[in-house]
């Protein structure tokens, strides 16, 4: 490579303002798929399968070779057997199970969200009304259910109080949290062009709440699904009810362990897959933009 | 001074911008200004330069509002109410979940303009500043000085008066700089705003403005007002002009006192 001369002229500046940034065009990463996945994605999918069935082959191995009485502990085939033998009437109490939990969600969502706007414009608001929301928080839902259950009227009505109150805490926390978590310049910036309340709300605070919001609604699936099922225990007792739980307190009273077993399977794939959904929904409205949803390149 | 600014003075004879008697007292009791008075006309670039914690970003927040003053005025004496203003931030806070044209339309959007006019004003800004092409690229995809490329391009798109910049360019490196530096001053010269710009780089303010008002901290006043009568327009030429040498001493020995004194 050959010296310039420092005298010579605007060679070097110009070749240094070539060298900027505004030269540059966006280009698209392409990667390799491999049955319609990342290809870097399909260790963290099967690593976890493989334990499973590791897991799952112990048990059964165990259940066969200490020759384990299927009302003390069934093996892992015999819960799947029930499953399919027992679907016509742990798939109603599935359905029953589940449509509590998504009411609760949404209405979970609604509420939280709404009273988290409502705290958002005003603080006086927010200091006479949060507390009252930490107390539905921290009581324990079994000590309430059977109140709730005795004062309304439907036992589905009852057991959906039962696990929006449950679920309702971490979005209303979060969703608060997130709106108030907005780029101070940015505010600046939008006081700056006079924009009204509305318009802050909606064009900045609630996307600046939208990855805290995603959050809250993960953890929030998860209790739903939990407090429909204790709710429902506590309702069971009293035989008024037709869910998951009922058939596990059922099974129990007439040792169809199995049955038990299969119940409880099914409460933990319904958690699971109420997980992936929120997670993969988070996904879709984080991955162009928030830190969380990218990958680091190295 | 330029031809220029001489007729825009010629036209306005009263000032864009008085400022009188301005103090600012924060809450927790630094007096982050005493009793500034500045006058600044239509069309001028003005550099606002200091050490750090002389109040030269609290004077810009006070121009733009954004700060109440303890006491003192602001005032616009020849507009109605108070005019349109841009401000560029020393970030390029930008909304992360938006394109860069959506980024720039915000303000458009917020004045209530019908979507397909902002985004056409959109775009022939984002033009204006280098960045066809980048209309649905999300902020984290492009680079440092892209970002305040498009933060340039929002603070310009209303067409504002006054283009208010604190300390823009101070998080870039040198060669970005000068880059922006230059389209800084080509579309100050054909956008025809006034520019408030806040710094503390002495070659920074030579270059770009045609007034530096030089300010001291503890308590942050302005103590010198330099006339920088080099014409535009400005290029690499007059960066490495004796000139431009020349101006940089004075200036950097004005900042040398204000640091002293």
């Known amino acids: 490579m050959s010296r310039l001369p420092l005298a010579g ?220 099922v204790v709710a429902e225990f506590v309702a069971g007792t009293g035989g008024s009810a037709s869910g998951l739980a009922y058939r596990i307190l059922e099974s129990g009273f007439q040792l169809r362990i199995p049955r038990m077993f299969a119940a409880l399977f099914l409460i933990s794939a319904s958690g699971v897959a109420i997980f992936l959904v929120t997670s993969w929904i988070s996904h879709l409205l984080l991955r162009r933009w928030h830190e969380s949803a990218m990958r680091r390149e190295t | 001074m330029s031809a220029r600014l001489a007729d825009a003075a010629a036209s306005t004879s009263r000032p864009l911008l008085s400022i009188r008697g301005l103090s600012k007292v924060f809450d927790n009791g630094t007096t982050a200004l005493a009793h500034v008075d500045l006058d600044l006309a239509t069309g001028e670039f003005v550099s606002l330069l200091g050490p750090s914690g002389c109040g030269k970003s609290t004077l810009l927040r006070l121009i733009s509002g954004l700060v109440r003053p303890s006491s003192g005025t602001v005032a616009w004496p020849g507009e109605v109410s108070e005019p349109e203003l841009g401000f560029i931030f020393q970030e390029p806070t930008l909304l992360p979940w938006a394109t860069t044209l959506v980024n720039v339309v915000l303000p458009l959007k917020l004045a209530g303009v019908n979507r397909r006019d902002a985004e056409d004003r959109a775009a022939r800004m984002l033009a204006l500043v280098g960045l066809s092409g980048f209309e649905r690229s999300y902020p984290r995809e492009l680079s440092g000085g892209m970002k305040m490329r498009v933060s340039i391009a929002r603070g310009l798109v209303t067409r504002p008066k006054i283009l208010l910049m604190d300390e823009p360019f101070a998080a870039l490196d040198e060669i970005t700089r000068h880059k922006l530096n230059d389209d800084l001053l080509r579309l100050w010269w054909e956008e025809r705003f006034t520019a408030v710009f806040v710094t503390h780089s002495v070659f920074e303010s030579v270059y770009l403005s045609g007034r530096i008002v030089v300010m001291a901290a503890r308590p942050g006043r302005v103590v010198a007002d330099l006339d920088n009568p080099a014409p535009y327009p400005r290029d690499d030429l007059f960066r490495t002009s004796a000139d431009y040498a020349h101006l940089c001493r004075v200036a950097s020995g004005a900042l040398k006192e204000a640091i002293a004194a």
């Open chain 1, 9 to 228: 002229g605007n060679a070097l500046l110009d070749d240094a303002a070539d060298g900027t940034d505004a030269a540059a065009r966006p280009a698209m990463a392409t990667e390799r798929r491999v049955l319609g996945l990342r290809a870097g994605a399909w260790p963290g999918i099967l690593a976890p399968v493989v334990v499973g069935f590791l897991g799952l082959a112990l048990w059964q191995a165990l259940v066969v070779i200490k020759g384990i009485p299927p009302y003390v502990l069934p093996g892992p085939w015999l819960v799947a057997q029930t499953v399919v033998s027992d679907w016509s009437t742990l798939s109603g109490s599935l359905l029953v199970t589940l449509e509590i939990t998504l009411a609760a969600l949404v209405a979970a969502v609604v509420v939280g969200v709404a009273l988290a706007i409502l705290f958002a414009q005003s603080r006086w608001m927010e200091r006479a009304l949060f507390p009252y929301a930490v107390v539905l928080q921290v009581t324990p839902v079994v000590a309430i259910a059977p109140l709730i259950i005795i004062w309304a009227d439907d036992v589905n009505l009852s057991l959906l109080i039962c696990a929006w109150i449950v679920a309702f805490f971490p979005i209303l926390s979060n969703t608060i949290l997130g709106l108030n978590s907005a780029d101070h310049n940015l505010v600046a910036l939008f006081q700056l062009y006079r924009a009204g309340r509305w318009q802050t709300m909606r064009y900045l605070r609630l996307p600046a709440a939208l990855p805290y919001f995603l959050g809250g609604l993960k953890i929030s699936g998860g209790l739903a699904l939990i407090g429909a």
